[in-house]
């Protein structure tokens, strides 16, 4: 709900600070007082085309900022969380700053925002109707919510929705699988083959690094031999060996311990390498038995190595990079064993088209039975609103191909008068006509979720008298749901209002601009006034005065 709206040097007002109460709002005053620029800078807060023309002469930049309360706007409380554009309370604050350099700047609760994303919330905040560009039931997509809201088929539409999206996935791998069925079943029969050469091989990282080591043991064995055999003799087996010498050394070392205990540190160090000299003789020995020439064992290695190397170089790899190479293989596999289930896929799609098509058929039925409803209460609405004769039609066309909407396109016809083909309702010229229509059927669909805040600009247009007070009946009743403003001539309407402002020209505030709007709340004799001046012209008498209280207080009666 719109709860306060600053204007400040916009078109011919220097500054107005109106605060709104829920209910039914009406907005008087003379003809070129500047009613209609409440609406204009309004429509710039919610993302409306700004000009330059409209900043107020003599001045840099207007400014409009618009408060919402947006306590049960749950929707529009979320699409602010996901985009980090919340306040504080549960208030929505829009700004718009248009200069005299043609620059434009917007904001959401202090935030700066894209023109666009101020729109989105423009749009689920407020709508107007009327000769104004911001007529959101000339769109097709609410008349399909507005239809659909009606019928209560809220959850239906989302069923059919996934269905579709569901289906479309479906339809799309399957003529993906048709475009490639042929590369995929090619690219399959490669793997497979390329798979069992893998499993013939049967081969490891661990096998790879037990070749290598036993290999290079095998084809050096008989250097290994000598190597053994020559030092085993250096140390032990001839009669200059290092343990016969290092036993000399000791023994005469051990006879001069007697005359020097100096001795005793080199003697000990001499004695450890004795013992470790042994012990090396016994590992080379042991080393020695178990180290047989075997050109079998090393033939058989080279054949496993040579195997896994041609392998490897078929498709340019090192051995250590085979199992990654494997493991992909078995990967993509999968996936095209999956991809090449041409069959399947098809009965999929089949399956899932049946299950739109059967869920989009029970949206079209009901959508027919309310559409029929629909029409009937507008069409009886129309003939107390100065439309006698006309009618008003829902068309449902058929979508050859079904869409995630359904398989129908909604579209809101009108014949204005007795004798006037049906046409759509964005066609109908009359400003004042399509204001009407559409009062009626957001009247008739009030308890639909939408904008809480309307706006209706000209409805009077052409009508008076009886016509009048069913419009301004009509508004007050559309009132105890949504928050409703209204622009009227006609004190019928104004009197039904809950809230009144009057626009009225005031002394400028600067030399150079010696006219200027002002919006003033009235109070119960200002209203008085002011619905005896719509009622009686320039010269107001006491009948006037008298009837306009009069219809103040029978109003009152229909609150």
């Known amino acids: 709900m719109l709860i306060h709206l600053t204007i400040r040097d916009f078109v011919i007002v220097d500054l107005a600070e109106l605060t709104f109460k829920p209910g039914f709002t009406v907005l008087t005053g003379e003809t070129g007082a500047g009613k209609s620029i409440l609406i204009d800078a309004l429509m710039l807060a919610l993302g409306g085309r700004g000009e330059v023309s409209q900043i107020r002469h003599g001045r840099e930049r207007a400014e409009i900022i618009a408060e919402f309360d947006i306590d049960n706007h749950l929707s529009l ?8 554009l919340q306040a504080d309370a549960d208030i929505c604050i829009l700004r718009r700053i248009i200069d005299t350099h043609g620059r434009s700047r917007s904001y959401i609760n202090g935030n700066a925002v894209t023109l666009q994303q101020l729109r989105i919330v423009g749009n689920q905040l407020v709508d ?8 959101s039931l000339l769109r097709s997509d609410t008349q399909r919510d507005l239809l659909d809201g009606y019928a209560g088929n809220s959850e239906l539409v989302k069923e059919v929705a996934a269905a579709f999206q569901h289906w479309q996935q479906l339809h799309q791998q399957h003529l993906k699988w048709e475009q490639n069925a042929v590369l995929f079943l090619q690219e399959r029969e490669q793997l497979e083959w390329q798979l069992q050469e893998f499993s013939a091989l049967n081969f490891s990282i661990e096998e790879w690094h037990t070749l290598q080591a036993d290999h290079n043991r095998l084809s050096h064995t008989a250097n ?125 799609v089949s399956s899932a088209k049946k299950a739109y098509e059967e869920l989009a058929q029970t949206l079209g039925i009901a959508r027919r039975k ?44 009108v014949s204005p008068h007795k004798g006037i083909p049906p046409r759509p309702l964005a066609r109908v010229a009359s400003g004042g006509e399509l204001s009407r229509i559409s009062l009626a059927i957001q009247v008739i669909t009030s308890q ?112």
Not at 77 to 84: G, I, K, P, T, V
Not at 471 to 498: P, Y
Request: aromatic share 4%.
């Open 77 to 84: 409380q979320a699409w602010l969380r996901e985009n980090d």
């Open 224 to 348: 290994l031999l000598e190597a053994v055999e020559s030092s085993l003799e250096i140390l032990s087996e001839n009669e200059s060996a290092a343990l016969e010498q290092l036993h000399t050394v000791l023994t005469r070392l051990r006879h001069s311990l007697d005359y020097d205990s100096d001795l005793k540190s080199p003697y000990n160090l001499v004695e450890t390498a004795q013992v470790q000299l042994q012990e090396a003789v016994y590992e080379l020995k042991h080393y020695q038995q178990r180290l047989n020439l075997d050109p079998q064992s090393l033939r058989m290695t080279e054949e496993r190595m040579a195997a896994i190397h041609a392998l490897a170089r078929k498709y340019r790899l090192s051995p250590e990079e085979i199992p990654d190479l494997l493991q992909r293989t078995m990967q993509r596999l999968q996936e095209l064993r999956r991809n090449t289930d041409g069959d399947s896929l098809g009965e999929a």
């Open 448 to 559: 639909v979720g939408a904008a809480p805040t309307l706006i209706f600009d000209e409805v009077d247009v052409g009508i008076g008298g009886r016509v009048a007070e069913i419009v301004g009946t009509l508004l007050k009743q559309l009132g105890k749901t949504r928050q409703v403003l209204c622009i009227t001539h006609l004190a019928q309407v104004a009197s039904m209002g809950d809230q009144h402002w009057q626009v009225v020209k005031v002394p400028g505030l600067l030399a150079d601009n010696p006219v200027s709007s002002a919006i003033r709340s009235l109070d119960e004799q200002e209203r008085v006034e002011e619905i005896a001046r719509m009622l009686g012209g320039v010269n107001i008498t006491a009948t006037t005065r008298q009837h306009a209280a009069e219809m103040l207080q029978q109003n009152k009666q229909l609150s």
């Open 370 to 413: 309310a559409a029929e409803t629909l029409a009937h209460q507008v069409t009886e609405a129309m003939q107390t609103l100065a439309m006698a004769g006309g009618g008003f039609d829902i068309t449902l066309v058929p979508y050859n191909q079904g869409s995630a909407h359904g398989l129908e396109q909604i579209e809101f016809q």
């Open 128 to 135: 107007i109707h009327g000769q104004h560009a911001h007529q």
